[in-house]
């Protein structure tokens, strides 16, 4: 009886991981195959090009004076009109010199302005901080940059040509690590992002699928973000929250590839954890609200809903491998069939854990080859150590979330990521 | 049935396939060669694309160009 139920749960277990296996050689044989395709750049895109609607940029920024110097002043460096161009810095509550920093700025710029949150209002996370930016925005699209970023001088034409598609409701760019040589952590985020942002948000966008908007290096309508209400400030990943409700409202997310903006990596792993121990939680907490809706939406198509469910219980699955492993091994060795000798179960899960649990690697090294970074693919077995770390992250946040259901307790502690500044000195140009 | 392998063989060949497999980033550690990371190209659209200033080319007064300009600017995406 034994016997059967945990078999039962591992093929269960083994289905939903050859779905998502499945769902990561699709996303990369697409990304490959369109990849040959040379890119015209066609008359729309001209025509695109002569769409400069009003944008607001909000940098919500808490303790951040290493960096916001940096951002604000490739701000003052982008291309776009500046006579369309609102800055607003959100100054989260910051014990430093934040705010003065940004102030310096906005005597000299009149398209910047500050707004200052008092230690009441502010610390709340960056889901508030951004709301408080919205009130003040007139823009017609509102662009999120975080305070370490430093975009291309051409990034926001190159995003905001995408809103001549009035379905578009919002736009996602690309985010490459700027301190990526600094030391091994910094390295394996790097491979990471190129997994993520050269294939698998690429083959998303390529066949229509749910793009998700990342926090950052993005922008929505203006009149989109007040029908839905903003940010939702009780969840901790705004920006996949905010990602479903832009879909189920009946619009999409493109995404930009070539619309580069570079970021500071985490530099250790105690800050490795807190940052993707945030993530884990928040993309959780979507999984649990909006799970049923991507199932019941008339404005999703079949393909949208399938790929909608796996990106929402993406999180789910290092605690799901987990928990392979701890069915799977002793069904293998305690009701092995005679034909298997226990000496030989070591092939059956070595090659389960190479094909299932490592395609997302595969991602990750096509991004680097056709990012022309081959070199840097002799990095991918050192990722199997991030993803058991991603296990005790992962499983941890599940832990932590349904506690606080049953004890009640949001237990929504922004957990934020300090920033050295460190990446500056590979800024060449 | 599958004869059972002499254990040393098993473990010395998972020794020789994990020595395998972390060679080659234990080599880029060592003497890193990669060119990362990648760099931003700072190119602008505008310089590279200019939209024609009809006003100059063809004495068209400005209103009537920014009226055109605008109503090419509210197409939708035709292609599929």
Not at chain 1, 237 to 242: G, V
Not at chain 1, 396 to 413: C, E, F, P, Q, Y
């Amino acid at each position: 009886m034994i016997a059967e139920i945990l078999e039962a749960v591992f093929i269960l277990l083994t289905v939903l991981m050859i779905a998502y296996l499945g769902r990561h050689y699709i996303f990369t044989l697409t990304v490959l195959k369109n990849s040959r395709k040379r890119e015209k750049f066609v008359t729309k895109e001209k025509l695109a090009l002569a769409y400069q609607p009003s944008v607001t940029i909000l940098i919500p920024a808490r303790d951040e004076e290493r960096v916001i110097g940096r951002i604000l002043q490739r701000i003052t460096e982008l291309t776009y009109p500046k006579d369309k161009m609102q800055i607003i810095v959100i100054d989260d509550a910051s014990a430093d010199n934040t705010g003065k920093i940004a102030e310096e700025y906005s005597k000299l710029h009149n398209y910047i302005q500050i707004i200052h949150r008092s230690k009441e209002e502010g610390g709340k996370g960056k889901a508030a901080a951004l709301n408080a930016g919205v009130m003040h925005a007139n823009g017609e699209i509102i662009f999120c940059f975080d305070a370490d970023y430093y975009p291309q001088k051409d990034i926001l034409e190159k995003l905001t040509k995408e809103f001549v598609d009035p379905k578009v409701g919002a736009v996602q760019g690309r985010v490459i690590v700027l301190n990526e040589p600094q030391n091994m952590v910094t390295r394996l985020v790097a491979l990471e992002r190129i997994g993520g942002y050269r294939v698998d948000q690429k083959a998303r966008d390529n066949l229509g699928l749910i793009t998700q908007f990342g926090g950052t290096v993005g922008g929505f309508r203006h009149s989109l973000i007040e029908c839905l209400g903003g940010w939702n400030e009780s969840i901790l990943a705004e920006d996949t929250d905010l990602t479903f409700r832009v879909y189920l409202a009946g619009y999409r997310i493109s995404y930009v590839y070539d619309a580069e903006c570079y970021e500071e990596a985490v530099e250790n792993w105690h800050a490795y954890w807190k940052q993707r121990y945030r993530w884990a939680k928040g993309h959780m907490q979507c999984a649990f609200k909006h799970l049923f809706k991507v199932l019941k939406s008339n404005n999703l198509t079949l393909k949208e809903k399938i790929d909608g469910l796996l990106l929402l219980n993406v999180y789910f699955m290092p605690i799901l491998v987990l928990l392979s492993y701890i069915v799977g091994v002793p069904l293998l060795f305690a009701y092995h069939p005679q034909w298997v000798s226990i000496c030989w179960a070591f092939i059956p899960i070595s090659l389960y854990s190479f094909v299932g649990n490592f395609a997302p690697f595969f991602e990750v090294g096509i991004g680097a080859y056709l990012d022309g970074r081959t070199r840097a693919q002799w990095l991918i077995p050192l990722l199997i150590f991030t993803f058991l770390y991603n296990i005790a992250i992962c499983t941890k946040a599940l832990t932590d979330l349904i506690m606080s259901k049953i004890i009640g307790k949001n237990g929504n502690n922004w957990a934020k990521t300090l920033h050295s500044g460190n990446g500056n000195i590979y800024i060449t140009n | 049935m599958p004869p059972t392998p002499n254990p040393i063989i098993l473990v010395l060949g998972t020794a020789i396939f994990i020595l395998l497999l972390f060679l080659p980033p234990l080599l880029e550690l060592k003497k890193p060669k990669d060119a990362g990371p990648r760099m931003i190209s700072d190119y602008s659209f505008s310089a590279s694309f200019p939209i024609v200033n009809l006003e100059e080319k063809h004495g068209f007064d400005q209103a009537l160009a920014k009226k055109i300009v605008d109503a090419i600017s509210v197409l939708p995406n035709l292609e599929v």
